[in-house]
């Protein structure tokens, strides 16, 4: 059982930049592979990032790469995702997630944990 709690999410300008913060409980941290997704108004999650259990390995949505960046820290149990040049259309509630074993890592359907999400506002 993993617990997720989510933190860093605001409200801030375009262009702006923001720092996600996911805490995970637990002692088996480093055997999942850790993703955001984000879900906003409207429109059906989707996904933003992914990192392997080690923080070599990462993959990120085409549209978004270059703008956000995966880490994980092991050793504090935590992931982060930072986003810089923010648009309004960035706008959503973003969403930690935890995976024994993802064949797909942008597919949400094998995340077994979910964290209750973050808001982040971009205002132009």
């Known amino acids: 059982q993993v617990q997720l709690v989510e933190s860093g999410g605001g409200l801030l300008l375009t262009g702006g930049s923001l720092r996600l913060s996911c805490a995970a409980s637990?002692?088996?941290?480093?055997?999942?592979?850790m993703s955001w997704f984000r879900q906003a108004p409207g429109k059906e999650r989707e996904f933003v990032a992914a990192?392997?259990?080690?923080?070599?390995?990462?993959s990120y949505s085409p549209s978004l790469k270059g703008r956000f960046t995966i880490t994980r820290d092991n050793a504090k149990n935590t992931v982060a995702l930072q986003m810089n040049s923010l648009k309004p259309e960035d706008t959503a509630v973003y969403y930690c997630?935890?995976?024994?074993?993802?064949?797909?890592?942008?597919?949400?359907?094998?995340?077994?944990?979910w964290g209750q999400g973050t808001q982040v506002t971009v205002s132009s």
């Open positions: 637990g002692r088996t941290f480093s055997s999942y592979i």
């Open positions: 997630a935890a995976s024994s074993g993802a064949l797909l890592w942008r597919d949400s359907r094998y995340y077994q944990y």
């Open positions: 990192i392997g259990r080690s923080g070599f390995s990462t």
